[in-house]
């Protein structure tokens, strides 16, 4: 096993690297997260896999009667890496064998579904981030903002926010009663499900307002009382 | 077996996708943006909450989207692996 790997450890890296590689460009196509790409077990172990089977295409393509690759020079080893990760993924990608009109051998189908279920592993771990996120600026909000002189300032920026698309203030000033009454039921502070509705919808928002509290309560200080407090 | 009741759930999805404007729009949203909250898919998309609310619950049924967690415009939805590969035959 140790001879094994004196041998081959350099290659294996090699193509270790060039797999993770193919992959990372691969995933990051499509879900455009590194962090979550790297937090799915599910990716490491498809890694694995195609590593292993990367690893004995490149040992059929390296073997003692071979002669690919030899006009590379110095650098044949590693236009073999090169050729044996392309060669990999692009049978696993194809490859299928029928026999009539039955389909005896669908190695496509396996990795496809295979490479569905790490999709949604990583999605699945972006979503709980989002939600770790939110949770955080929705905290960081609540903060800013809590105690009872600055609650109609909150106020005020959650009908902002949250007067979208063809909804008016009298709809959302509504739903503002409907959480007040909410949070009086549950004992905790409207402030804070306030929050937590404003992160939820517009997390971006959530942030600039906590940053920027200071600022919105000096200015409400500075109004004329009544003329600023919805609900 | 299992390759025919996926069969029968992609023809389900894509029909729900064809039929709903919402939904194809929701789906789109969570494409680009991998995850999100129902009220947050609601305010970009600058639509009705209850609208998006429902496509949400459509979505989830035909086993395009689940929720990490909450439910109806509370949850935060991701993409399933169907979806996945709907959209790669799709492409």
């Known amino acids: 096993m140790l001879e094994f790997l004196r041998s081959n450890g350099l290659f294996a890296a090699g193509i270790a690297a060039a797999t993770l590689l193919y992959l990372l460009i691969d995933f990051f196509a499509v879900v455009k997260n590194f962090a979550s790409i790297l937090k799915a077990p599910s990716f490491w172990f498809f890694w694995f896999l195609i590593s292993v089977l990367n690893f004995l295409a490149f040992k059929a393509l390296n073997g003692p009667s071979s002669s690919l690759g030899e006009q590379f020079g110095n650098a044949r080893e590693l236009a073999l890496i090169v050729f044996s990760t392309l060669g990999t993924v692009a049978i696993l990608q194809s490859f299928a064998l029928k026999i009539g009109d039955r389909k005896i051998v669908d190695v496509s189908t396996v990795i496809e579904n295979f490479r569905a279920t790490v999709l949604e592993d990583i999605s699945r771990r972006a979503a709980s981030s989002q939600r770790e996120f939110t949770s955080r600026t929705a905290n960081r909000l609540f903060d800013a903002f809590k105690g009872k002189p600055a609650e109609p300032a909150l106020r005020n920026e959650f009908v902002r926010v949250m007067t979208f698309g063809d909804r008016n203030a009298g709809q959302v000033k509504e739903e503002l009663a409907q959480i007040s009454v909410e949070a009086d039921t549950l004992q905790v502070p409207l402030a804070m499900l306030l929050a937590q509705r404003i992160a939820k919808a517009d997390v971006g928002e959530a942030g600039r307002l906590a940053r920027e509290a200071g600022r919105l309560l000096d200015q409400r200080t500075d109004m004329p009382a009544g003329t600023n407090s919805i609900g | ?91």
């Open chain 2, 1 to 91: 077996m299992g390759m025919a009741i996926e069969d029968a759930q992609m023809q389900e999805a894509r029909r729900l996708l064809d039929q709903d404007p919402v939904s194809r729009r929701t789906l789109e949203l969570l494409r680009r943006q991998q995850s999100a909250a129902g009220w947050a898919i609601a305010k970009t998309l600058g639509m009705n909450p209850d609208l998006v609310s429902k496509a949400l619950e459509n979505l989830r049924c035909s086993g395009l989207i689940e929720a990490e967690s909450g439910s109806g415009l509370e949850g935060f939805y991701f993409l399933t692996g169907l979806a996945y590969k709907l959209m790669a035959q799709s492409a």
